[in-house]
């Protein structure tokens, strides 16, 4: 087993019920967080992966009638923040960037310039496989659990919602 720790979006605040609720049968959320424009539900969970560990939260907090909409995470980032992730000079990432350094193949921004901000999700997965000491798979992992959370809320009110649910089995 490993700990996971982790925070899901909410829908919105749970009402003072449903947060006893929550706070006395899901033992994994150590905390609610609200009042302001996100509701979060922090969780330590031990499981076999982070999927499953994920999966089993949202289904005992959607059991009191709180659904959970993402996962947080901070996917658009710079330059900047992908040195201080990676330990890297701001230099050494713009050069990787660019190809003037490195094997090339850098994924590329996904704003333009002046502000270019990078998905973590594809600069963590191409650091990952070209500078194998560095694992950023976990990383890679939320941003996609957030992406079905987020596709699944959504789609939840569509008349045809099962087939979108099969998008995810194919």
Same mark, same amino acid.
Do not use: C
């Given at each position: 087993? &490993?700990?996971?720790?982790?925070?899901?979006?909410? $829908?919105?605040?749970?009402?003072?019920?449903?947060?006893?609720?929550?706070?006395?049968?899901?033992?994994?959320?150590?905390g609610? =967080?609200?009042?302001?424009p996100?509701s979060l539900a922090?969780?330590?969970?031990d499981?076999?992966?982070?999927?499953?560990?994920?999966?089993? &939260?949202?289904?005992?907090? =959607?059991?009191?009638? #709180?659904? #959970? #909409?993402?996962?947080? &995470?901070?996917?658009?980032?710079?330059?900047? $923040?992908?040195?201080?992730?990676?330990?890297?000079?701001? $230099?050494?990432?713009?050069?990787?960037?660019?190809?003037?350094?490195?094997?090339?193949?850098?994924?590329?921004?996904?704003?333009?310039?002046?502000w270019?901000?990078?998905?973590? &999700?594809? #600069?963590?997965?191409?650091?990952? $496989?070209?500078?194998?000491?560095?694992d950023?798979?976990?990383?890679?992992?939320?941003?996609?659990?957030?992406?079905?959370?987020?596709?699944?809320?959504?789609?939840?009110a569509?008349?045809?919602?099962?087939?979108?649910?099969?998008?995810?089995?194919?």
């Amino acid at each position: 087993m &490993t700990e996971f720790e982790f925070s899901l979006v909410l $829908e919105r605040e749970p009402d003072d019920a449903q947060a006893e609720a929550i706070a006395a049968n899901v033992p994994s959320v150590t905390g609610l =967080e609200g009042g302001g424009p996100v509701s979060l539900a922090h969780a330590v969970v031990d499981a076999l992966d982070f999927a499953t560990a994920v999966t089993s &939260t949202v289904q005992q907090i =959607e059991a009191f009638g #709180v659904l #959970v #909409v993402g996962l947080q &995470t901070d996917d658009l980032i710079s330059i900047k $923040e992908i040195a201080a992730r990676t330990g890297r000079t701001r $230099e050494s990432v713009r050069l990787l960037a660019t190809g003037k350094r490195g094997p090339g193949g850098f994924p590329s921004p996904i704003s333009p310039e002046p502000w270019s901000l990078y998905s973590w &999700t594809e #600069v963590g997965g191409w650091f990952s $496989e070209h500078f194998r000491e560095q694992d950023f798979d976990l990383d890679r992992q939320a941003t996609a659990a957030d992406h079905f959370l987020r596709g699944r809320h959504i789609t939840r009110a569509e008349p045809n919602a099962d087939s979108w649910a099969q998008l995810l089995s194919i």
